[in-house]
């Protein structure tokens, strides 16, 4: 492969810090909350392997594949001829990957690895469902995957357009700005869930790692944050355990904790469907080829 010059970027967190984030109480929460999140996945997941369309026989590797519904499908698809491999940084989600795997008795590998440095190579298919956004430096990144890709292998991978077309980040903010301090603005740019908002952000990353024939399909969808008996408080207590609100809202203090259900409840309640609580989501699925 060509060498490639590989630019730096400055990061939110280091790796080393986000193994660290991932290992902490928030990889339990994540773990505890697989099928709930799951299904406000399930449209990305379907679009984004009808996009990859794993083979039978193929060899797949799933970056940052959390509890395992991605590897597990892709699993499923490429059967026992193929094989299955998901890494991930955080123990927690890595152990309910490889209990549902059991479980399921479904053949795929769960490694605790980062996709940065992984150096196992071969792979006709790399893909992820929003593990890939948050690399330090992410040029570096994508040139080690593009070398774990074999000839002709494929990459996709979905990641978040703009806040802006994603209510389900925005709302929950706009609800709780009177509980929250002042947050300094930051580098669209900088690694992160929406650090890949701007296709051309993203082409220039992948063209410069070595990957070709870059595309981009988008998709909007609803995001089912809450539904059962009570969808309304479903997607109070999803919000205030996951996403940008949840994190905020600990880090403000009891008298944020205090207040935020019933603002939350308020801002959600009109969103409300006969389904449950689903706000307006758009994710880019990219596409590129080794």
């Known amino acids: 492969m060509r060498t490639m010059p590989i630019a730096r970027c400055r990061s939110w967190m280091s ?10 109480k928030v990889g339990d929460t994540w773990a505890r909350m697989q099928d709930r999140l799951d299904r406000a996945f399930t449209p990305v997941t379907v679009a984004l392997l009808s996009v990859a369309a794993p083979q039978p026989g193929e060899d797949v590797l799933d970056v940052g594949c959390g509890s395992g519904e ?7 698809a490429v059967g026992e001829d193929g094989s299955a491999l998901g890494i991930d940084v955080s123990e927690s989600l890595l152990a309910k990957a490889r209990e549902r795997a059991e479980e399921l008795l479904v053949e795929a590998d769960f490694l605790a690895a980062d996709a940065a440095t992984y150096d196992d190579a071969g792979f006709d298919l790399i893909l992820s469902r929003f593990g ?6 992410p040029v570096a990144a994508f040139a080690n995957l593009r070398q774990l890709a074999a000839p002709g292998g494929r990459l996709c991978f979905a990641c978040w357009q703009s806040p802006s077309e994603n209510l389900w980040a925005k ?3 706009q609800a709780l700005a009177g509980l929250l301090p002042n947050v300094p603005a930051v580098d669209p740019n900088t690694p992160g869930p929406f650090a890949f908002a701007e296709p051309e952000h993203v082409h220039a990353i992948l063209s410069a790692a070595g990957w070709q024939d870059i595309a981009f399909d988008d998709l909007p969808f609803s995001m089912l944050v809450g539904d059962g008996d009570d969808p309304v408080a479903a997607a109070v207590n999803f919000n205030l355990r996951i996403g940008p609100a949840a994190r905020a809202v600990r880090d403000a ?10 603002l939350l409840a308020a801002a959600l309640s009109p969103y409300r469907t006969e389904d449950g609580v689903g706000l307006p989501a758009a994710v880019w ?4 080829r080794a």
């Open 70 to 76: 991605t590897t597990l499908a892709l699993a499923g």
């Open 171 to 173: 709302l929950p903010m």
């Open 285 to 288: 699925l990219v596409s590129a």
């Open 253 to 262: 203090g009891a008298a944020a904790e205090a207040a935020a259900p019933g």
């Open 15 to 24: 790796n080393a810090d986000q193994i660290e984030y991932w290992n902490s």
């Open 132 to 137: 890939v956004m948050f690399f330090a430096d």
